[in-house]
Antibody, heavy 121, light 111 residues
Framework: QVQLVQSGGEVKKPGASVKVSCQAF????????ISWVRQAPGQGLEWMGW????????NYAEKFQARLTLTTDTSTSTAHMELRNLVSDDTGVYYC??????????????WGQGTPVTVSS | QSVLTQPPSLSGAPGQRVVIPCTGN?????????VHWYQQIPGTAPRLLIF???NRPSGVPDRFSGSKSGTSASLAITGLLAEDEADYYC???????????FGGGTKLTVL
């Protein structure tokens, strides 16, 4: 069955970078896109960006444009999210979710389990 | 401040029907972008409940239904069960902002 398995929790200092991985099982990664969504403690869901695993096209939320990079590696069926210049407000749980392959404007039908990221000095 | 607006909380008794509204604008729901709904039990990942305004994925009970008209959408839950107690989020796309957008979430309490 379809599964997205994310890497483990991270603790980072302000100014550092974090890279979260999301490995796809049960389907061909290149047939879909991957969106990344984060959730700050006690808060709602925030859409960060989307990548097509077919052609590498991306769509980043302007808020993250300067410090977010989304990539995919179809040879390992893995998507990666790198966020640079971390600040304390980046603390939260980061989710990958399967979406459309052509455009970002689709539903997210399968989600990873979430990766907690803590930014603290 | 979320682009899509939902009430922060709602409640209902077992067996009742509740409706969770989601309000957008002419750049998202009003522009024809679909709305999707997710259920999140605290401490777990969100789960897709409704996609493409009205469609239920396999495995989602028919107690859950979605609708959309103009700049508004809603999720209806009938025959409320204790297990329906969760946070519910609407989601769409904003063509002016060029990003996916979520509602702020509605915490549903089953009395």
């Amino acid at each position: 069955q379809v599964q997205l398995v994310q890497s483990g929790g991270e603790v980072k200092k302000p100014g550092a970078s974090v890279k979260v991985s999301c490995q796809a099982f049960g389907y061909s990664l290149s047939s879909y896109g991957i969106s990344w969504v984060r959730q700050a403690p006690g808060q709602g869901l925030e859409w960060m960006g989307w990548i097509s695993a077919f052609n590498g096209n991306t769509n980043y939320a302007e808020k993250f444009q300067a410090r977010l990079t989304l990539t995919t590696d179809t040879s390992t069926s893995t998507a990666h999210m790198e966020l640079r210049n971390l600040v304390s407000d980046d603390t939260g749980v980061y989710y990958c979710a399967r979406g459309g392959v052509v455009v970002a404007a689709t539903d997210l039908d399968f989600w990873g389990q979430g990766t907690p990221v803590t930014v603290s000095s | 401040q979320s682009v899509l607006t939902q009430p922060p909380s709602l409640s209902g008794a077992p067996g009742q029907r509740v409706v969770i509204p989601c309000t957008g604008n002419s750049s998202n729901l009003g522009a024809g972008y679909h709305v999707h709904w997710y259920q999140q039990i605290p401490g777990t990942a969100p789960r897709l409940l409704i996609f493409g305004n009205t469609n239920r994925p396999s495995g989602v009970p028919d107690r859950f239904s979605g609708s959309k008209s103009g700049t508004s959408a809603s999720l209806a839950i009938t025959g409320l069960l204790a297990e329906d107690e969760a946070d519910y989020y609407c989601q769409s796309y904003d063509g002016r902002l060029s990003l996916g957008v979520f509602g702020g979430g509605t915490k549903l309490t089953v009395l």
